[in-house]
């Protein structure tokens, strides 16, 4: 126990030599990964999921302002670490379910850098608006006509999908 193997050695000082070009991240983050650290965890879903749904309803709600305003993930990303401590302190920590596969606990120890992470990248996926909504804003005001559910839900899903996968392009321009 405790020894590690030629190969895992060599990986791990090139990983120390590398040099970041940024001095403040090089000081800063970590060079290497903590694996025993949880990721997936009931506190990253919680509000990660909170983070995405406060922020694209907010965002969404106005942006049909003069002036809109938009509050970005950053936002997010600061108020979530005392929650996510506070949810360390209270959550119980209790297993459920104990020794099936669906063994899990609310409280798997303290909030941690790799769930910070993710609950970000939870509220940056809510924080941008739905562009199609302009163009069932315009379908509203201007042609006095409106869509139903389903047409609507499906020009939005697929304007989304098909500006946010770059490899889409390459189909769509044949």
């Known amino acids: 126990m405790g020894e590690i193997s030629e190969t895992q050695a060599m990986e791990l000082e090139t990983v120390e030599n590398e040099e970041c070009p940024i001095k403040h991240v090089e000081l800063t983050v970590s060079k290497t990964d903590d694996p025993t650290l949880p990721a997936v965890t009931f506190r990253t879903w919680i509000l990660g999921l909170g983070a995405c749904v406060i922020l694209s309803f907010v965002n969404q709600f106005f942006w049909y302002r003069k002036m809109p305003l938009t509050i970005s993930s950053i936002s997010a990303m600061i108020a979530v670490v005392p929650l996510g401590h506070l949810m360390a302190r209270t959550l119980p920590r209790r ?80």
């Open 95 to 174: 297993v459920f379910f104990k020794d099936t596969r669906l063994e899990f606990s609310m409280n798997r120890g303290p909030f941690n850098v790799k769930e910070h992470v993710l609950i970000t990248i939870f509220a940056n996926s809510g924080a941008g608006t739905v562009y199609a909504t302009h163009i069932l804003s315009a379908v509203r005001l201007y042609y006095k006509r409106e869509l139903t559910f389903v047409p609507a839900l499906l020009v939005m899903t697929t304007t989304q999908v098909f500006s946010s996968f770059p490899f889409n392009y390459k189909f769509l321009s044949y």
